[in-house]
Structures are given as C-alpha cells and as structure tokens.
C-alpha cells in the first residue's frame, strides 16, 4: 500500500519550546542535541562555524532553528565518537547561531566520485512552509571538482555556498540570504 | 560495492510550496530560485539516529513534565498513532518531539506576547520514540486556538507542532496536527498553504474513542508517514 508523506507545516516561532527547551526559557536537564560538536578525543580540526539569517527584505531572521549533519574528520558518517549532528538557535537579540565542531573529511558521491569537505544545513523558522536544505563549503579547501557544486553551476550561486575562513582563528562565517540578490542556493535532497 | 537505496522524491506539490501567500510571514522568507535537486548519496541516506536516547519516564507526559504543584489544566488527552513509510511499513525508533501552547492558547515562551494566562504546571515539550511497530503515544491537554498578527488578526486552530526524524536524513520532517472538528481548520492561513484538501486531512487527528481513558482522557489518533524507499531494483541479475 501506498501512502503520501505527512505535509510540512511551518515550525513556528515558538520552536524551542519543543527542540531546545532551555532557550525557550523552561528548565530542562536536557542538554543533547545541541550546537557543540566537537568533544575531547573528537578526531580533526577544531572549527566554529557562525552565521546571521537574512529575510528579502534584509532583515534578520532572530526566530530561526538550524540543524547540520555532517562527517567526522575521516568522511564518515554517524561514527561512534562524533555524533555529527547539532542544532542551533538564532540568538533572539543578534540572530546569531553558531556550532563548535570539527572539520568534515570528504565523502564520496552517488557516483563514486568525492565531494569536497562541506556540511549540510536545515532551516527552520515561522514563515518557512518546509524546511530549506543546504550546504555549507570551505573556502580553504579544493571545492572547483565537487559534483554537487558542479550542479549548481554559476559562480555566483556557489559563493552562496562557501563559508569564508577567518584569517586569524579556525572560524568560518556563513551567512544565509533566504530572499533576493544574494539569495543562498536551497537544495530538494 | 553498491550504494544504498536511494528515496522517493519528495512530491513538492502534496507539501506546502516555499512561496508567498496568504500568510504574511511567507513574504520575505520564501526563495525565488528553484531548489537545486541533488542526488541523494551516503550523507542525504544516513542521518542522526536517536533510538537509543535515554528518555525521562516523564518526556511524552505533558500533564506532568513541568508541573510542580499539580496536573496542568485543561482537557486531558492522549495522542497516538504510529510512525510509517511511504510503503506503509512502520518505522522503529523515530525520535518525535512536540510542542504546542497551553489550555488558554498561551506558549510558555518569552517571545509570546499573547494576553492569555500562563499555566505553571505546563511547560508545552515533550518527546518519545517510536516502539518495534512504529508506535508512539502522548498525554497532554488540549491546546486553546490563538490570534496572530496577519493582514489584521488571525486565528490558529488548536494545533500540536511536531518534529520527526526518522533514520535518514532527507526522511526529516516538521509538521502541525490539528483536531477534527476544529471549525479553524478552514480558516487557517497556515493550514491553507497546503493546496490539495486530502494532504490537510491527512494533518487532522481523529477522535478515537477506542483509545480513551475511562474518567482520565480522551483519545486522539495521529499516524505520520515518513518518505519510503524506491522499488529495490532485482539485485543480482
């Protein structure tokens, strides 16, 4: 029997009630999953990766969820050691989210060939009728031979893509334009 | 070697489109550009498996997991159903978390400013995972309808907001359950971005006196369906 997936419906503004309860303001002994990754003995290089969300019309988006999943350093996923999932709430006051985590190795394609080092990014907020998917590339690492941004094609929709490396500290900034010019590439997965 | 089983492509048009609409809040947060399709290779068919997540007894009792000096108020209920795939096969050890507002229509959230009364014993989160056959249950009350601000005041009907992973990551998913008979439904603005009227039903919980609990709660039913795999080409041949 064939049944339909269960439709998308906006998370709303009040998301963290239920995902990330302790920013919503409840008490919670929950502290899992969170926006830090990286853990001691996690293998690979220690990276912060930091954003703002941008509305169409140029505002913030401070009510937003973001989720990421993504390899160990090794390019394997789901290891015992690094779970390589987190999530993240904008910051009310600044918009802000950020991850503590490490640098994702190479994973390979449908086909066989390997993609550059990058991470996969959910957003969630009120005003967003289904979750938009994307990815997250380094600006330090060889990204011209990915097969996925291969598929996005224009150079100026893959700079959408790549987050820039700071040039004094392992941080890497990656703002998200959900609107307009410099709208971010969404990916149907 | 040979690559996992890929998924059935998400039916963008059964979804809700990320377009503008009647609800205001689509405006400046849906893109213009179509989405790049991609692929689905090892990181879109693996994902965060919670299965194994140490729950509190607590975590799918809504009456009692924030309460302190008594049950929350409100109409007690239960909320079931089971977790399956696009082939109807259920889905074990889905991680399913809920959020809604309190008896009155009010969040327990510093950004809700809606003049409603707080309820102290009722904090409005919860989770469970889903068992061996896809089961899962809550007990909660039955959240009130609220305004919000669009193109004047709107009203939401009585909704519990859902999110669901199952084992891959594109079978991620949030959603919104409403209850049957909530004359809201029709009105909602949010409900109305999904455009074909069997994909709203299928958001509507059904009474299920079955299910009841004698001189406790009501029983509401709720089954969520994840994306399935494609046919398994014949291997082998």
């Known amino acids: ?189 | 070697m040979s690559a996992p089983a890929e998924f059935l492509p998400r039916d963008r048009a059964w979804h809700p489109a990320a377009v503008p609409s009647a609800y205001r809040s689509t405006t400046y947060r849906s893109p213009r550009r179509p989405l790049v399709i991609v692929p689905q290779s090892i990181g879109e068919l693996s994902g965060p498996v919670f299965g194994d997540t140490p729950l509190d007894p607590l975590d799918n009792d809504l009456i009692r997991n924030y309460a302190t000096t008594g049950d929350a108020i409100g109409e007690r209920i239960i909320v079931h159903g089971r977790v399956l795939d696009e082939s109807a096969r259920p889905v074990p050890g889905a991680l399913i978390e809920i959020w809604q507002a309190n008896a009155g229509g009010k969040y327990r959230h510093g950004n809700d400013k809606y003049m409603a009364a707080l309820d102290l014993n009722f904090g409005g989160g919860g989770r469970v995972i889903s068992d061996g056959d896809g089961a899962y249950s809550f007990r909660t009350i039955r959240p009130g309808p609220y305004p919000f601000p669009n193109d004047g005041c709107a009203w939401r009907p009585a909704h519990i907001h859902l999110s669901i992973f199952g084992h891959a990551f594109v079978q991620r998913l949030v959603t919104q359950l409403y209850f049957e008979g909530d004359p809201l439904i029709q009105r909602c603005v949010i409900v109305n971005t999904i455009k074909d009227p069997k994909a709203i039903d299928s958001l509507v919980a059904k009474l299920d006196m079955e299910s009841m609990q004698a001189f406790d709660c009501l029983a509401y039913r709720f089954d969520i369906v994840l994306r399935g795999h494609k046919a398994t080409p014949f291997a082998g041949s």
């Open chain 1, 1 to 189: 029997m064939a049944l339909k997936e269960t439709p998308s419906q906006t998370a709303g503004p009040f998301v963290h009630i239920g995902t990330v309860p302790a920013i919503a303001g409840l008490k919670t002994k929950r502290t899992e999953p969170g926006n830090i990754l990286a853990r001691d003995g996690t293998l690979g290089e220690r990276i912060r990766i930091e954003g703002l969300i941008y509305d169409g019309a140029g505002d913030l988006v401070k009510d937003a969820l973001v989720e990421i999943w993504q390899a160990n350093a090794n390019g394997q996923f789901g290891s015992n050691d690094f779970s390589g999932f987190g999530r993240a709430a904008a910051d009310f006051e600044t918009g802000l989210f950020f991850f503590e985590t490490v640098k994702p190795g190479k994973t390979p394609y449908r086909d066989g060939r390997m993609q550059a080092p990058h991470v996969t990014l959910s957003i969630f907020a009120r005003g967003i009728n289904i979750h938009l998917q994307t990815r997250l590339y380094f600006s330090d690492e060889a990204n011209a031979a990915d097969p996925v941004l291969q598929l996005v094609g224009a150079p100026d929709l893959v700079a959408t893509l790549i987050a820039r490396r700071d040039p004094s500290r392992p941080l890497y900034r990656f703002n998200i334009h959900l609107q307009g010019d410099r709208e971010t590439v969404f990916f149907d997965l």
